[in-house]
């Protein structure tokens, strides 16, 4: 997203050719949110819960 924000602002470009970039940068920041949260978040938060609760 920085990297999108600071070419727009560099380049001074505008709404009309940005907007595939625009797209193509939400697209890829939503599947690797998503990507992150399946492959990272959940697993180590089941993790996490079976050895504290475990515990208990």
Known sequence: M???TG???R???PLAPGLP???LTFAVAAALAYACLN???EPVR???RQRVLARS
């Open 2 to 4: 920085y990297v999108y």
């Open 39 to 41: 492959f990272y978040d």
């Open 21 to 23: 970039w625009t797209a």
């Open 7 to 9: 070419w727009v602002s």
């Open 46 to 48: 089941r993790w996490l």
């Open 11 to 13: 380049h001074k470009v």
